[in-house]
């Protein structure tokens, strides 16, 4: 069972991009020699752990680019980026690693993951058994999983493979239907996008609306929109253990300076 089909909408266009790159991959290296990848990769950080302590949890993002704004940082350097945003408090680094629309790459994954000690999480759009191997291959310690983008069946079976091998997926949702499966196929970390994904739509009130309908067990990670170092204490309060900030870090002249706004360390760089 794979994603969707096609309906034209932008989730379904990278669908179908990752469809036939992934497809070639596996051809290419097939899944026996990515679990001796995973065998010999390092040990996992707790990314768990990562996302409940007592603080403003942030998951900051290392993104090129992106469908709705474009190149959001060029030259693009990794490690750099990696260790500065650790320095600045970041609890967790997201890395994109899907190429054709976000620029991403696993390299980058690898090198920003060698460059730090907090937990990273390889973002892209994951609908295969394959590539949950190729994730933790790669040295990640956890990986995305959109609901809008799989079956139930097929969900159930990437989250228990994430656990199988160690990694506990974070579970991505956008609407009460969403939510309502990911919570089914047992999901344990829901994130809550507040961009529509198959529009580009972005409505920061999408986490306050679904908060209330998610268990007090579930770790919850507010996505995409955040502005301001307000919005954290808000959602904060509303229930949010963590919060993933992307464009506003990458399109920022110091990124470090941005994260640290968003703490409440400092003022937000001009």
């Not at 001796?36 to 403003?56: E, H, I, K, M, Q």
């Not at 290392?62 to 709705?68: D, G, I, V």
């Not at 089914?184 to 198959?198: C, E, M, P, Q």
């Amino acid at each position: 069972m794979s994603a969707h089909a096609d309906s034209g909408t932008v989730l379904d266009r990278i669908l179908e991009a990752r469809r036939l790159e992934v497809d070639h991959r596996k051809r290419v290296l097939p899944e026996a020699a990515l679990r001796y990848g995973v065998n010999a990769a390092r040990p996992l950080r707790d990314f768990r752990a990562a996302l409940t302590r007592d603080s403003l949890n942030i998951i900051a993002e290392l993104k090129p680019a992106s469908p709705s704004k474009g190149i959001l940082r060029d030259p693009f350097h990794p490690v750099e980026l990696a260790q500065s945003l650790e320095a600045a408090g970041a609890a967790v680094l997201s890395v994109l690693t899907e190429g054709e629309f976000f620029r991403g790459s696993l390299k980058n994954l690898r090198d920003a993951r060698h460059a730090v000690k907090v937990p990273v999480f390889r973002k892209d759009f994951i609908f295969d058994p394959w590539q949950v191997w190729e994730t933790r291959a790669n040295d990640a310690d956890s990986f995305l999983l959109i609901v809008a983008a799989l079956h139930d069946e097929l969900l159930r079976d990437l989250i228990a493979l994430g656990r199988e091998i160690g990694m506990e997926p974070l579970v991505e949702v956008h609407t009460a239907a969403e939510l309502d499966r990911a919570l089914a196929a047992g999901a344990h970390i829901i994130g809550v996008n507040n961009r529509d994904l198959k529009t580009l739509g972005l409505r920061v009130e999408t986490s306050f609306e679904l908060i209330e309908r998610i268990p007090d067990t579930c770790i919850v990670v507010s996505e995409s929109g955040l502005r301001t170092h307000d919005d954290l204490l808000r959602l904060r309060a509303a229930g949010f253990d963590a919060f993933l900030i992307g464009e506003s870090l990458m399109l920022s002249p110091d990124p470090a300076a941005a994260l640290g706004a968003f703490l409440g360390r400092t003022a937000l760089p001009d």
